[in-house]
């Protein structure tokens, strides 16, 4: 459904790395945005924003933050590996508030997912979004298990998302395997801009990466979508850390989750 620029646009986690950023940049342009986050927004709200403390398990608070909004930006959550009890509220029944909001409310999802989905492909094989998922932790486990809340609620429901598979989303890459994963901030901010505002997206997927030279990812929903990236590593290869010394954090393309333990609690 075409976007309607008169509703609100939520953004969880937006106290977070990514949300403060994204946070600063979509008050530029649309006028009806409603931050919220578990902790309070450091700093001053941008203007034109609102913010609400929220506990994205909390269903009821959820559903009320969420009520008439046409997208939902779902960075909120657990964002690296953490026990298994940790991840379950925050990053598996809080993607299923949000999806459970948008259906009700007829919104759109764009959900921030990651790399970690993959981890334990192998460095230099190529892949490509409908490959299999091999993913290298219970924090990579909750974010195959809200991409496959998207696909069922697409399917069953017709609401529509789009899940970034983030790479690594930083100022600069620093060291030798975000050469592969990085996403510049401008590049993940035209992919939100679009995720927005095409005229439909179904469920679709997208790797949350720059056109970096030394990718491992392709063939994923970019062009549907009409997304184009700007940036590439490659200009900073001369700057970045060199391997680390440890082998399975080198083999695979998780890195150093794949050498993680899952711990229950
Ligand atoms: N930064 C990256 O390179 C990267 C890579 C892959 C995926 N991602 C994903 O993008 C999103 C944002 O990443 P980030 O780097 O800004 O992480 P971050 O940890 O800085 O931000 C996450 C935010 O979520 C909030 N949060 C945690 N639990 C919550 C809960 N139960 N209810 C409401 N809010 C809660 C935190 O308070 C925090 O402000 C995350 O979902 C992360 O998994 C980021």
């Not at 034109?48 to 403390?53: E, H, K, L, N, P």
């Not at 890459?173 to 901010?189: K, M, Q």
Request: charged fraction near 25%.
């Amino acid at each position: 459904m075409a976007f309607d620029k008169t509703r609100k646009i939520v953004l969880t986690g937006a106290s977070g790395n990514l949300g403060r950023f994204l946070a600063g940049e979509l008050v530029k342009n649309h006028g009806n945005v409603v931050l919220t986050d578990l902790v309070d927004y450091p700093g001053t709200v941008p203007v034109g924003a609102t913010f609400i403390r929220a506990d994205v398990a909390d269903a009821d608070a959820v559903m009320s933050i969420c009520e008439e909004a046409a997208v939902i930006l779902h960075f909120g959550g657990i964002s690296t590996e953490k026990t298994f009890e940790t991840i379950l509220p925050a990053n598996i029944v809080g993607v299923v508030n949000i999806f459970e909001a948008a259906r009700k409310n007829g919104a759109r999802v764009v959900f921030a997912s990651s790399n970690h989905t993959i981890g334990f492909h192998e460095r230099g094989r190529m892949l490509d979004t409908d490959m299999p998922t091999r993913p290298d932790s219970f924090y990579g486990i909750s974010k195959i298990f809200g991409e496959n809340m998207g696909s069922v609620y697409f399917d069953k429901h017709g609401v529509e998302s789009v899940h970034i598979r983030i790479g690594s989303a930083l100022p600069e890459p620093l060291d030798e395997r975000h050469l592969s994963t990085w996403l510049s901030l401008p590049d993940l901010f035209s992919m939100i801009v679009r995720s927005i505002e095409a005229e439909r997206t179904d469920f679709a997927t997208l790797w949350g990466a720059s056109a970096n030279t030394r990718t491992w990812w392709r063939n994923d929903d970019s062009e549907r979508l009409g997304i184009v990236r700007a940036d590439n590593s490659e200009i900073f290869a001369d700057k970045v850390s060199g391997p680390t010394n440890d082998p399975i954090t080198e083999k695979f393309q998780g890195g150093i989750f794949c050498g993680m333990d899952t711990v229950i609690r």
